[in-house]
């Protein structure tokens, strides 16, 4: 299981619905609409020129720093993957134009594998400066602070990490750090979505 697939389900048990709402499936009655790219196009990365270089860049990076198994990628995919085949952000690119064209289906390997390293992330899209610090230091422990000051209104997911932060006895001020950091990376689906509401108000850092 790669490390997206763990985010997924450490958000999805708190809100997001699991897998399937994690990859953005949905049960289309419209069967007119058959390439992937019509079903995900908002979610896409540009596949022209430079246009977001750096996030083709950083996908490629998240494909070959993964432990997904390289035998369960398709072949080009797993060739990209692969360090010493010189392969660069453009072959990704020009992977994910060839495969948006392809026939969609909720079921097949190759559109989750669109989904994981040809689309935005939520890091993305949420407009302000992400909370960097490796361990638990002053802009993560204002983040706490701000966290456990809240009263009401909060997700089933940010409840249970204030819960954990608050704790009595143990408590973990590294969760929200750790639930941050696991939304960062989950394709990016709407900006209605639960998880990147919560991302937006309580991982940047504060000012944005």
Same mark, same amino acid.
């Given at each position: 299981?790669?490390?997206?697939?763990?985010?997924?389900?450490?958000?999805?048990?708190?809100?997001?619905?699991?897998?399937?709402?994690y990859y953005g499936i949905k049960t289309f009655k419209d069967s007119q609409i058959s390439k992937i790219r019509?079903?995900?196009?908002n979610r896409l990365l540009s596949t022209r020129g430079d246009a977001n270089k750096s996030q083709w860049e950083d996908r490629l990076?998240?494909?070959?720093?993964?432990?997904v198994k390289a035998e369960t990628l398709t072949t080009e995919l797993? +060739?990209?993957? %692969?360090a010493s085949s010189g392969k660069t952000w453009e072959d990704l690119r020009n992977w994910c134009a060839k495969r948006v064209g392809e026939k969609y289906s909720d079921k097949d390997s190759e559109y989750m594998e669109v989904i994981s390293y040809c689309t935005f992330r939520n890091k993305d899209k949420l407009?302000? %400066?992400?909370i960097k610090e490796d361990s638990v230091s %002053?802009?993560?422990q204002k983040a706490n602070e701000t966290l456990k000051g809240k009263n009401d209104g909060?997700? +089933?997911?940010?409840?249970?990490?204030? +819960?954990?932060?608050?704790?009595?006895?143990?408590?973990?001020?590294?969760?929200?750090?750790?639930?941050? +950091?696991?939304?960062?990376?989950?394709p990016w689906t709407n900006n209605d979505n639960p998880d990147f509401k919560d991302a937006k108000q309580y991982c940047l850092e504060s000012g944005n």
């Open positions: 299981m790669n490390s997206l697939s763990k985010a997924a389900m450490m958000l999805g048990a708190a809100g997001t619905g699991g897998m399937g709402a019509d079903r995900i196009n990076a998240s494909l070959r720093k993964e432990a797993r +060739e990209i993957k %692969t407009g302000g %400066t992400l %002053t802009k993560w909060l997700s +089933e997911a940010l409840a249970k990490v204030k +819960e954990k932060l608050s704790a009595a006895s143990g408590a973990d001020n590294t969760a929200l750090k750790t639930w941050c +950091e696991a939304a960062y990376e989950i």
